[in-house]
């Protein structure tokens, strides 16, 4: 069975510091691995994904993560945050029999960016 | 390119009133559909599954269901409303074992 846990539900830092946000996976199969982010009231929205091609996964707005197999880990990361990176942020797997292949969601971790 | 669309973007509802939300993807042709429920504060929480017309795959029992009467066309229902079922619902599909598109959510406050 395939499990997301995220670390810290907020992670508060200062515009232009690093992100890290923490993301660890158990499956029992090679995983696939996702991170989402989601602004108010809005759809998830795709960052990257690991699909067991390359371990760092670049994303869109400078986003990355590096799949860690030893660790079971999948964090992401961002070398300077900018005030519009505050949003939720979703660590996923994927799962399921056959071809319905749903994804299981972490807890999710609220960015905050101080200016 | 592939579109999903989703509504109503936001609703209120009284307990015991009926649900109706309405789901469709364009530009691709059997797709997997979902439902999540995200409530206030928490993570998204898989409803329902859908791997092709009438299949239908409930994840977790409750007040609510779903139907898939076209091949692009996903509702989630309900007969009678409950104060739980506030939140936040998403719509997304996917090709199977791919990556999962949102729609832009539907906010439902029962009251």
């Known amino acids: 069975a395939q499990s997301v846990t995220q670390l810290g539900s907020h992670v508060s830092v200062s515009e232009g510091a690093l992100v890290l946000l923490r993301c660890n996976y158990s499956s029992s199969v090679p995983p696939y691995l996702f991170w989402y982010v989601q602004y108010p009231n809005q759809g998830l929205q795709l960052l990257l994904k690991?699909?067991?091609?390359?371990?760092l996964v670049k994303g869109i707005n400078d986003f990355e993560a590096e799949f860690k197999k030893s660790e079971t880990s999948f964090h992401l990361t961002k070398p300077s945050a900018h005030m519009s990176d505050a949003a939720e942020y979703f660590c996923a797997v994927t799962a399921g029999p056959d071809s319905s292949y749903y994804m299981i969601f972490g807890s999710g971790t609220r960015l905050l960016v101080r200016p | 390119s592939q579109t999903i669309h989703q509504w109503p973007a936001t609703l209120v509802q009284p307990v015991g009133s009926p649900l109706s939300l309405e789901c469709t993807v364009e530009g691709t042709s059997n797709p997997n559909l979902y439902w999540y429920r995200q409530a206030a504060g928490r993570g998204l929480q898989l409803l329902f599954y859908?791997?092709?017309?009438?299949?239908i795959s409930s994840e977790v029992p409750q007040n609510l269901s779903a139907s898939r009467p076209q091949d692009r066309q996903f509702i989630l229902s309900s007969k009678k409303l409950l104060l739980s079922d506030s939140g936040f619902y998403l719509c997304?599909?996917?090709?199977?074992?791919?990556?999962?598109?949102f729609g832009a959510g539907t906010r439902l406050s029962v009251l």
């Open positions: 997304a599909w996917s090709e199977a074992g791919s990556i999962q598109y």
């Open positions: 859908s791997v092709g017309i009438g299949q």
């Open positions: 690991y699909t067991s091609a390359a371990t």
